[in-house]
C-alpha cells in the first residue's frame, strides 16, 4: 500500500505530474522494514573522487534517503515512488554516449572513459521542480564546457540536443497504452547556456556513483532551470543550428517553454510559482519558502537573457 503525502500541498500541486510521497512516512511495520530493503537493487554504487567546488552552495543538504526515493522519472512511472522501486531494471554498464551533429570531431564515448578523463567535483546545488517543491543535491561531475570544447562545435552550431535512453524492455512506464510523452525524452540548450560554467553533467551524487533512478550513468544538471530540464540517462549529444524540440514543451506547450528559467513573477497555468517547499522540511504546517529568481543564481546567469521578455520566454 503507498501512502501519498498531502499535509504540505497546495491544492494548484496535485495535477498528473505531482504524485507525491514521503519516504519517512512510508516507512512502518513492528519489524522495522524500510522502502529500501523492499525494493529491486540496481548496480552497486562505487564511491568517487571529486573537488570540491567554489560553486557550491552553503544550504543544508537534502537527505541522501529524499533525494534517492522522491523522483521524477516517467519511464518508470507517474508517482515519485516508482523511479526507486522499477529503476533496477535499467542495465547502465556498458553505456556510451553519442555526440555528433555541427562538431569538428564527433565521437562516441564510453561512460567510464567520460569519468576518467574528466575533472570530477562536487556541485551541491539548489534544485526547483516546477510543480513547487525543491531539494539541495551534492551533485558530482564536470562542466558541459568540458565536453563540448572537446568535440569542437562549428561556427553553425547555435544549440546543443540531448537524447535519453529508450528502453522498453527495461523502462516500464514507456509501455503504456497511453504514454504521458512521445519517447524518448529530449531537451535541449542554448549553446551559450551549455558553455555557463554552472551547467554540468552530472555522474554521481553523495560522493558515489548516480542511483538509477536519479538518472545513471549520466545526467544533465542545470541549477538555474526548472528540474525537469535536467534530462537522465543521456544516450545522445546533438549539436544543431535550430532550437530544439523538447519533451514537456511538445506535451504542453502552453505550461513548459522551452527556456525553463526559474521564475517567481511567471506562475504556472495551473499554479503560483512565488513559493517552494523544501523537501525534508515536512510536518503538517510546513512553511513554504519565497522562489528565488533563477534559483538563486542570477548573478552567474541572468547576463545570458539580457534583453529578453522572460515572461514570454519562460
Same mark, same amino acid.
Given at each position: 500500500?503507498?501512502?501519498?503525502?498531502?499535509?504540505?500541498?497546495?491544492?494548484?500541486?496535485?495535477?498528473? !505530474?505531482a504524485?507525491?510521497?514521503? !519516504?519517512?512516512q512510508?516507512?512502518?511495520?513492528?519489524?522495522?522494514?524500510?522502502?529500501?530493503a523492499?525494493?529491486?537493487?540496481?548496480?552497486? $554504487?562505487?564511491?568517487?573522487?571529486?573537488a570540491?567546488?567554489?560553486?557550491?552552495?552553503?544550504?543544508?543538504?537534502?537527505?541522501?534517503?529524499?533525494?534517492?526515493?522522491?523522483?521524477?522519472?516517467?519511464?518508470?512511472?507517474?508517482?515519485?515512488?516508482?523511479? $526507486?522501486?522499477? $529503476?533496477?531494471s535499467?542495465?547502465?554498464?556498458?553505456?556510451?554516449?553519442?555526440?555528433?551533429?555541427?562538431?569538428?570531431?564527433? =565521437?562516441?564515448?564510453?561512460?567510464?572513459?567520460?569519468?576518467?578523463?574528466?575533472?570530477?567535483?562536487?556541485?551541491?546545488?539548489?534544485?526547483?521542480?516546477?510543480?513547487?517543491?525543491?531539494?539541495?543535491?551534492?551533485?558530482?561531475?564536470?562542466?558541459?564546457?568540458?565536453?563540448?570544447? !572537446?568535440?569542437?562545435?562549428?561556427?553553425? $552550431?547555435?544549440?546543443?540536443?540531448?537524447?535519453?535512453?529508450?528502453?522498453?524492455?527495461?523502462?516500464?512506464?514507456?509501455?503504456?497504452?497511453?504514454?504521458?510523452?512521445?519517447?524518448?525524452?529530449?531537451?535541449?540548450?542554448?549553446?551559450?547556456?551549455?558553455?555557463?560554467?554552472?551547467a554540468?553533467?552530472?555522474?554521481?551524487?553523495?560522493?558515489?556513483?548516480?542511483?538509477?533512478?536519479?538518472?545513471?550513468?549520466?545526467?544533465?544538471?542545470?541549477?538555474?532551470k526548472?528540474?525537469?530540464?535536467?534530462?537522465?540517462?543521456?544516450t545522445?549529444?546533438?549539436?544543431?543550428?535550430?532550437q530544439p524540440?523538447?519533451?514537456?514543451?511538445?506535451? =504542453?506547450?502552453?505550461?513548459?517553454?522551452?527556456? =525553463?528559467?526559474?521564475?517567481?513573477?511567471?506562475?504556472?497555468?495551473?499554479?503560483?510559482q512565488?513559493?517552494? !517547499?523544501?523537501?525534508?522540511?515536512?510536518?503538517?504546517?510546513?512553511?513554504?519558502?519565497?522562489?528565488?529568481?533563477?534559483n538563486?543564481?542570477?548573478?552567474?546567469?541572468?547576463?545570458?537573457?539580457?534583453?529578453?521578455?522572460?515572461?514570454?520566454?519562460?
Amino acid at each position: 500500500m503507498l501512502i501519498r503525502r498531502t499535509t504540505d500541498i497546495l491544492p494548484s500541486e496535485i495535477t498528473p !505530474r505531482a504524485v507525491y510521497l514521503s !519516504r519517512r512516512q512510508w516507512m512502518a511495520g513492528a519489524a522495522g522494514l524500510t522502502l529500501a530493503a523492499a525494493l529491486p537493487k540496481g548496480p552497486e $554504487a562505487a564511491p568517487l573522487s571529486a573537488a570540491k567546488s567554489p560553486f557550491s552552495t552553503d544550504e543544508k543538504k537534502t537527505s541522501r534517503e529524499d533525494v534517492t526515493s522522491y523522483n521524477n522519472y516517467y519511464e518508470f512511472g507517474t508517482g515519485k515512488e516508482d523511479p $526507486a522501486a522499477k $529503476a533496477g531494471s535499467l542495465k547502465n554498464s556498458p553505456w556510451t554516449v553519442k555526440v555528433d551533429g555541427m562538431v569538428g570531431k564527433p =565521437a562516441e564515448f564510453a561512460i567510464e572513459d567520460l569519468i576518467k578523463s574528466s575533472a570530477l567535483e562536487e556541485r551541491i546545488y539548489r534544485m526547483r521542480c516546477v510543480e513547487g517543491w525543491s531539494m539541495v543535491i551534492p551533485w558530482v561531475g564536470f562542466p558541459l564546457a568540458d565536453l563540448v570544447k !572537446r568535440v569542437e562545435p562549428l561556427g553553425s $552550431a547555435k544549440y546543443v540536443a540531448f537524447e535519453t535512453a529508450y528502453r522498453p524492455e527495461e523502462m516500464p512506464g514507456v509501455q503504456s497504452m497511453f504514454p504521458v510523452l512521445d519517447w524518448p525524452y529530449v531537451e535541449g540548450l542554448r549553446l551559450d547556456e551549455a558553455m555557463n560554467p554552472l551547467a554540468i553533467l552530472a555522474v554521481g551524487l553523495y560522493g558515489e556513483t548516480l542511483p538509477n533512478q536519479n538518472g545513471a550513468p549520466i545526467r544533465l544538471v542545470v541549477p538555474w532551470k526548472y528540474g525537469f530540464k535536467g534530462i537522465k540517462s543521456i544516450t545522445r549529444i546533438s549539436f544543431v543550428d535550430k532550437q530544439p524540440e523538447t519533451s514537456w514543451n511538445k506535451q =504542453a506547450p502552453s505550461e513548459y517553454g522551452f527556456y =525553463a528559467n526559474v521564475n517567481p513573477s511567471v506562475d504556472h497555468p495551473r499554479w503560483s510559482q512565488a513559493t517552494e !517547499r523544501r523537501i525534508g522540511e515536512g510536518g503538517l504546517f510546513v512553511k513554504r519558502r519565497p522562489t528565488l529568481m533563477f534559483n538563486g543564481y542570477a548573478e552567474q546567469v541572468a547576463s545570458l537573457y539580457a534583453g529578453m521578455d522572460l515572461r514570454k520566454l519562460y
